[in-house]
């Protein structure tokens, strides 16, 4: 078993940055490919990048490709995703969630944790 806590959203203004932290707990989180999710008010969950366990595949969608980058720290059971060049569109609660491979779709990952915000201006 592993829960996840994320941190780091808040609000900034479009062309700005974020970095999202993800802590795990529990000893086998390198054991598990990562995943960041979000949710706009009325839409569905949308994936947005995974890595996996070792780090070093990672896959983003292609609305986030070129502006965020995932990364993950074994040592401090962490997984990051940095967001650059923020559009009002990408305003979303932001999810991580861990599973067994770092695939796109929800039903991949076991673990989720409860969100954070992240709200873009315009």
């Known amino acids: 078993q592993v829960q996840l806590v994320e941190s780091g959203g808040g609000l900034v203004q479009a062309g700005g940055s974020l970095r999202l932290s993800c802590a795990a707990s529990?000893?086998?989180?390198?054991?598990?490919?990562m995943g960041w999710f979000r949710q706009a008010p009325g839409k569905e969950r949308e994936f947005v990048a995974a890595i996996s366990w070792s780090g070093g595949y990672t896959y983003y969608a292609d609305s986030v490709k070129g502006r965020f980058t995932i990364s993950r720290d074994n040592a401090k059971n962490t997984v990051y995703l940095q967001m650059n060049s923020l559009k009002p569109e990408d305003t979303a609660v932001y999810y991580c969630?861990?599973?067994?491979?770092?695939?796109?779709?929800?039903?991949?990952?076991?673990?989720w944790g409860q969100g954070t915000q992240v709200t873009v201006s315009s």
């Open positions: 969630a861990a599973g067994g491979r770092p695939g796109t779709m929800k039903y991949e990952y076991y673990h």
């Open positions: 529990g000893r086998t989180f390198s054991s598990y490919a």
